[in-house]
Nanobody
Framework: QLQLVESGGGSVHRGESLMLTCAAS????????VGWFRQVPGKEREGVAS??????TLLYADSVKGRFTISKDKYGSYLRMNDLKREDTATYYC????????????????WGRGTQVTVSS
């Protein structure tokens, strides 16, 4: 069974950067892509970025394009977040899907428990 654990969240000021890590344990060979999502209380979970596990396809939400960068290696997935804004404040989750490249959270089956990112000022 694939397990995902996020880390790297914290409290920062506007304009600062964070690097989130999604450590993967188990077999990823049957999965198509890994994505990063975020959620705030009372709002729907939002797709942030995704990366194909066996191809080079990248997807980014318009709100983070140019500021965030998703990457991967054999240990997991990473989300580099630059120039953070107050609206980036959320709990960030990584997840894996056996379906195609998508930022729709309903396509993702395996989820981590999340890491909190808070941007102030």
């Amino acid at each position: 069974q694939l397990q995902l654990v996020e880390s790297g969240g914290g409290s920062v000021h506007r304009g600062e950067s964070l690097m989130l890590t999604c450590a993967a344990s188990g077999d990823t060979l049957n999965y198509f892509a890994v994505g990063w999502f975020r959620q705030v209380p009372g709002k729907e979970r939002e797709g942030v970025a995704s990366i194909s596990l066996h191809e080079d396809t990248l997807l980014y939400a318009d709100s983070v394009k140019g500021r965030f960068t998703i990457s991967k290696d054999k240990y997991g997935s990473y989300l580099r977040m630059n120039d953070l804004k107050r609206e980036d404040t959320a709990t960030y989750y990584c997840a894996a899907t056996k379906l195609g490249d998508t930022l729709d959270p309903s396509y993702y089956r395996v989820w981590g428990r999340g890491t909190q990112v808070t941007v102030s000022s």
